[in-house]
């Protein structure tokens, strides 16, 4: 059974810009025309626009929170995933380590911001010679809720903070 609402879609789509949000519209639209038991061997494709949309935010939200500055931000050669690995979290550009650091619920934020990442783009993108990962529409949608919720708390995170930051959503 699906999680995946019109409420969670619209919770989210509140912390997105207009770029992101038509993403997330594109997600709704696609599920909404694809009938449930439709032959599909990889439904990746129905995670990609919400991962496009992902990446975009969680740069937004680095900024807001002044983990990145406006050049990492521009830039073309920032990596989202790069620094948000947990793996490489003492590594001097780790957002993942900022984040833990922010307050006591930042690491657990981070973890689940990385999950989602991990999850909802890596796997989706890439990919690994004998195991292409192919997805049912389950693993989508289970893949799509991952990323809405990571948005969500984000942006509680954000408001939770944004009177000691000087921008918001």
Do not use: C
């Not at 439904?43 to 939200?61: H, M, N, Q, T």
């Amino acid at each position: 059974m699906s999680q995946l609402s019109p409420e969670l879609f619209s919770e989210a789509q509140k912390y997105l810009s207009t770029p992101q949000d038509k993403l997330v519209n594109d997600v709704a639209t696609i599920l909404s025309r694809i009938a449930v038991g439709d032959s599909i061997s990889d439904y990746s494709f129905v995670v990609s626009p919400i991962s496009k949309a992902y990446e975009g935010y969680l740069k937004d939200f680095f900024l807001k929170l002044h983990i990145i500055d406006d050049e990492s931000y521009n830039s073309d050669r920032f990596r989202v995933g790069k620094t948000l690995n947990p793996s490489l979290r003492y590594k001097r550009f780790s957002i993942f380590q900022k984040l833990a650091d922010f307050d006591e619920k930042g690491e657990d934020l981070a973890e689940q911001l990385w999950d989602a990442w991990k999850y909802g783009r890596n796997e989706i993108f890439h990919y690994f010679p004998n195991s292409v990962k192919a997805i049912d529409r389950q693993a989508a949608e289970d893949r799509i809720y991952m990323v809405l919720n990571a948005i969500i708390k984000s942006g509680e995170f954000y408001k939770l903070h944004s009177r000691n930051i000087d921008t918001e959503f």
